[in-house]
């Protein structure tokens, strides 16, 4: 993205956060990350990430979402399904630039 794009016109959006399926036990012991990948000025996802448990299903469903063009205005409207993993996607407001190694530890 920063070669296409040029870094002074993305925005990186991210969460690293203990991992809902391990809740009951250690929550700390795994960690998933969620990263979205935008243009900074219309918002137009370029890319997202995901890290974690059940990955292979969650962004099978935002690939499409990318598909039609869905932006971040779009994702920060979404209502999350909790407790899932995916719900990470409806909740980013850290930048990278902001708060690089940003971890959640709260819902």
Known sequence: ???VHGMDDIEIYHSRFPALHEA???PYDQYSYTKMICK??????LGLHYLGRGSSELMGGFALAM???VT???FDFG???HPTGGEEFMNL??????NPDFL????
Do not use: F, M, P, Q
Not at 40 to 45: L, P, T, Y
Not at 93 to 98: F, I, L, M, N, R
């Open 1 to 3: 993205a920063t070669i």
């Open 24 to 26: 009951l036990g250690n």
């Open 40 to 45: 900074k000025e219309s918002g137009k996802i």
């Open 67 to 69: 598909k039609k063009k």
């Open 72 to 74: 971040k205005k779009d």
């Open 79 to 81: 209502v999350g399904i």
């Open 93 to 98: 407001g850290v930048t990278k630039a902001e």
């Open 104 to 107: 959640k530890t709260a819902c």
